[in-house]
């Protein structure tokens, strides 16, 4: 199966910063990648389908790149209700895969 | 507004079963794959199994191929996970969720809340 390692495991910051996560595929994905956010005891939320591509109603600071092996979510202006867990998620296969999370805290 | 509503959690056995179910409501459910994912305690999100639209194809992780069962009744709206032979590590919060198409492997764009399970003697 393909591994998705997420990077960093946390992160601190704080509002109105812009932070960065990454998600690197143990194999070439094209873009076939999702990001989702999760908070504690809430369904998860899809942010970014196809790597780069904006689900509707999600606020346009978050935004997606990559392709291959590489991918990055990035959260501009980060706002009170961002602080949460951030999992990617490949499906090029039906072996489908999440990375293992990484958790934004305020700082 | 789409709908996912999971139920059928509880407290079972080691070596026990348990059926859990996913109502689903405002669009056409069979045109749509569904999935279920879980999170086990202090745990990320692990994909389970997913259902293609008309049910004819199924996929599962491994850790629970042959033990898991995925269906759907499209006449009632409702995908199930039926689960035999129950471990410890299988305790989590099962998630149902809904593709974005016919197709089994994708992203997942509608979730439910979760329903608990936990295995436990």
């Known amino acids: 199966a393909i591994q998705l390692t997420q990077s960093p495991p946390s992160l601190s910051a704080s509002v109105g910063d812009t932070v960065t996560i990454t998600c690197r595929a143990s194999q070439a994905i094209s873009s076939a990648l999702a990001w989702y956010q999760h908070k504690p005891a809430k369904a998860p939320k899809l942010l970014i389908y196809d790597a780069s591509s904006l689900e509707s109603g999600v606020p346009s600071r978050f935004s997606g790149s990559g392709s291959g092996t590489d991918f990055t979510l990035t959260i501009s202006s980060l706002q009170p209700e961002d602080f949460a867990t951030y999992y990617c998620q490949q499906f090029t296969s039906y072996l489908i895969t999440f990375g293992q999370g990484t958790r934004l805290d305020i700082k | 507004e789409v709908q996912l509503v999971e139920s059928g959690g509880g407290l079972v056995q080691p070596g026990g079963s348990l059926r859990l179910s996913c109502a689903a409501s405002k669009f056409t459910f069979s045109k749509y794959a569904m999935n279920w994912v879980r999170q086990a305690p202090g745990k990320g999100l692990e994909w389970v199994s997913s259902?293609?639209?008309?049910?004819?194809?199924?996929y599962y992780a491994d850790s629970v191929k042959g033990r898991f069962t995925i269906s759907r009744d499209n006449s009632k709206n409702t995908v199930y996970l039926q689960m035999y032979s129950l471990r410890v590590e299988d305790t989590a919060v099962y998630y149902c969720a809904k593709g974005p198409g016919e197709i089994p492997y994708y992203f997942m764009d509608v979730w439910g809340k979760g329903t608990t399970v936990t295995v436990s003697s």
């Open positions: 259902i293609s639209g008309s049910g004819l194809a199924t």
